[in-house]
């Protein structure tokens, strides 16, 4: 080394290092990042699963609710639509208007229609899919997403369909039950016309209409093809009564005279009559005789069948005085004469009842009853007197 040079120190360039984690850190924190990624995946998946299944199951329970209605309303549907089909191939004739009865028929093609055509019920899609509470992975909580958003769409058209097709049907059967309605009134306005048209009927055929028209004797057919039918009888029968009547006044007006007279002293009950050769066991031949039925019911009314010999003898006033006391009978329903004939005198005994009335109407006479029943007391007389 030569003088004046200076020892230069050697030294060495320094190299980068850097430190590495553990290769069990990596793994760590490469598990978390994909547990975290997998967790948020299961919780998207799951809270979006949640929200379209509640979605879904909440059309679900509209549309089952609708459906049930939907099927309650076909099944009524199809009662109403058989009872008119029945009713429509019997109605007519004179008691209901054609043009009633021509909108019955196209009403009930109608509805008959409308049922054809209804739509058939489908079941339930919530079942198809697990509970949100379930656990499944989330890739199959994406395929049932996709799943069920596509069927809302479907469910919400089937819901809005049955709730029209509920709706159409509805409209159907209420229009063919307000036409049923419309026809029956009709028949029963123009039957209580048949009885004002017919005075010389029957009382009891003129009660078998009445009772048709009040819908108190059909035992729940009132509006139905068997309803109708039995209006249609009742009227037919109290026309036919209308015309035998008039027919045997014309034969028998002496009877039609008698009938007249026993009417005059009912004191309001109405009576029908009938006449034959032998009542209660006792001919026309050389006696009188005569049977008295009564009903308090309907206003009060009674059936007296009379013997020919009473036509044949009416100069007899004996003959006469059955006729009274048969009348009699027929007295004790009137709410002013019950409290008497089941009082202490009569007892409820009828022919002391109706033999003592017609003494006291004035016919002292053995065929007022005195003959076939013994005289009553002045008393029961008196009594019986104050039915009038």
Known sequence: MEAGDHPTPHRSDPTAHRSRPPVAAIVAGTAVALALGVLGHQWISTTAYEQVWTALASTEAELTETIDDYEAGLDRSGAVAARAEALRTVVGGDLVSPDLVEALGAETDQLTASLDTAPAASGPLTGLFDEPTEFSPAWERYADLVAMAESLPERSEALETFQQAEAEVRRARETVAERVDAVFANARERADAEI?????ATYRTVLDVRHLIDGSGVDGQSNSATGFMQLVDAVTALRASQAAVEAARAEHPRRAEIEDFARSISQGVTLDFEWAYEVAGVPSDGWYAGTAEFWPEDGGWGHL?????IDDSWDDR?????????????????PSCAPIFEGAEFRRDHEMWATAWAIGMGYDLPGAGIEAYGRPTDAQIAAAAQCR
């Open 196 to 200: 004002a048209s017919h005075p010389l």
């Open 305 to 309: 069948t009379l013997t020919y010999s």
């Open 318 to 334: 004996n003959a006469e005085a059955v006729v009274v006391h048969e009348v009699g009978h027929t007295q004790a329903i009137r």
